[in-house]
């Protein structure tokens, strides 16, 4: 089990931030889990998803933060080797509005000296949005996403599949005919 | 059409087999739950499907050469290898079919090779592809891992999706690739479509051997694909 951080680095100016989430993190039993290790190699191409709604026409998302952990546990033997991660934002209809990838390296828990889920928090060239729009993000197995275990399956948390450009529930196998859905804990800054 | 729809088939298999041999190679990522992977490669079978269907909406610009890659005598081509460098892409330039045409994908023949005998492949780095205007103006820019798109036993011609790049007459494709992913290249008489892109300026992809006085040009594998 790992923890949560309480470091945060939101942003903090007049950007409106837009949660997948309600209540207080620390209230909420966190899980962090890479789609990779849930469900298999095809997870690579799958991304951990959350629908949001713009405020207004043409809101400009400016960062995208999640919380997560790289597997460094304080010991040099669990600092992480370099993968590459992903994020897209897509509109109401799935199209792509806009596609990153980058090293986690500089992103995540162990580049902060953190060794519990920390937050990831991706800058993004002003990208208009408007209505419902979707943030996409490929742990690739580099890192472990947090997640709220949930009673009924989410209706803003996703898993995105790449091949057919499709949405599938966001729900984790837990053992044989069991899953148990959960809630992607993201947070979306813009203006 | 049939030509088009034995790609996607073959890009399928593909898809599954780079899922696989990613399995096999990266165990420490990987729990037990095979039935899940089972499930999900199912699931990819059939989600494929559909996305094809919506695919074939697509027009897709073949730049220098209209025949079927699988017919061609293609060799990989690295700028790496050939001149030393990791800032020299390849080009192509295409012709939008109309003002404003929508750029959404581009399809490049490379090779991240895994070799199937002691399972292994090269560790993750990254290439790069630009989309420039007639002016060589950049209009986009995006690097990923290669081994996301081109990890395989033989060279494959993958399909990377953009954000949709009006484009207006002629336009460019430009891949980086950095000795990733060596990209396939046709031997041909005379330059086409085709360059090598270095700080800001083309040249057409050939090469000129002094001593016998010999040129060779040759093409790049690269599509683009869009919609009016």
């Not at chain 1, 790992?2 to 309600?22: C, F, T």
């Not at chain 1, 729009?133 to 995105?160: H, L, M, Q």
């Not at chain 2, 890009?11 to 990613?22: P, R």
């Not at chain 2, 399972?119 to 290439?127: A, F, G, H, L, S």
Request: net charge negative; aromatic share 12%.
């Amino acid at each position: 089990m790992v923890g949560i951080s309480a470091a945060s680095n939101e942003k903090s100016s007049n950007d409106e931030i837009l949660y997948s989430y309600e209540g207080n993190l620390t209230d909420k039993n966190i899980l962090p889990v890479d789609l990779v290790s849930f469900i298999g190699s095809p997870a690579l191409f799958f991304a951990e998803t959350v629908k949001l709604n713009a405020p207004k026409s043409d809101w400009k998302v400016n960062a995208v933060q999640l919380y997560a952990w790289d597997g460094f546990n304080g010991t040099s033997e669990s600092a992480p080797s370099e993968r590459i991660i992903g994020l897209e934002i897509r509109d109401k209809d799935l199209k792509l509005l806009y596609k990153f990838a980058d090293s986690q390296l500089p992103y995540s828990n162990y580049a902060h000296n953190a060794t519990l889920m920390y937050p990831l928090t991706i800058d993004v060239p002003q990208i208009p949005v408007s209505g419902e729009f979707y943030i996409c993000f490929y742990d690739r197995g580099a890192v472990a996403v947090a997640a709220e275990p949930i009673n009924e399956t989410s209706k803003n948390s996703f898993i995105y599949v790449a091949e057919g450009n499709r949405l599938i529930n966001s729900t984790l196998p837990t053992g044989e005919n069991l899953v148990t859905p959960v809630n992607w804990i993201m947070a979306v800054s813009g203006n | 059409m049939l030509y088009y729809l034995g790609w996607e088939i073959i890009n399928l298999f593909i898809k599954i087999f780079i899922c696989i041999i990613i399995t096999k190679t990266i165990g420490d990522h990987m729990n037990k739950m095979l039935l899940a992977v089972c499930l999900c490669c199912a699931a990819l079978f059939a989600v494929n499907s559909s996305a094809w269907a919506a695919d074939s909406d697509l027009t897709v610009l073949t730049g220098d050469s209209t025949k079927n890659y699988s017919e061609m005598n293609y060799t990989l081509f690295s700028a790496v290898a050939a001149f030393g460098v990791l800032d020299l892409g390849e080009a192509v330039k295409f012709t939008a079919p109309v003002p404003g045409w929508k750029l959404q994908k581009v399809r490049i023949l490379a090779f991240s090779e895994f070799n199937e005998t002691n399972e292994t492949y090269m560790p993750d780095r990254n290439i790069m592809i630009e989309i420039r205007d007639k002016d060589l103006k950049l209009l986009y820019k995006f690097a990923d891992t290669q081994n996301m798109y081109f990890l395989a036993t033989q060279p494959i011609f993958a399909e990377i999706e953009i954000p949709e790049v009006k484009v207006t007459g002629d336009f460019y494709v430009i891949y980086y690739d950095r000795a990733a992913a060596p990209i396939g290249k046709v031997d041909v008489d005379e330059p086409g479509n085709s360059f090598l892109f270095q700080n800001g300026a083309l040249e057409s992809a050939k090469f000129a051997f002094e001593d016998t006085n010999e040129t060779i040009a040759f093409n790049w594998m690269i599509e683009a694909l869009g919609t009016k």
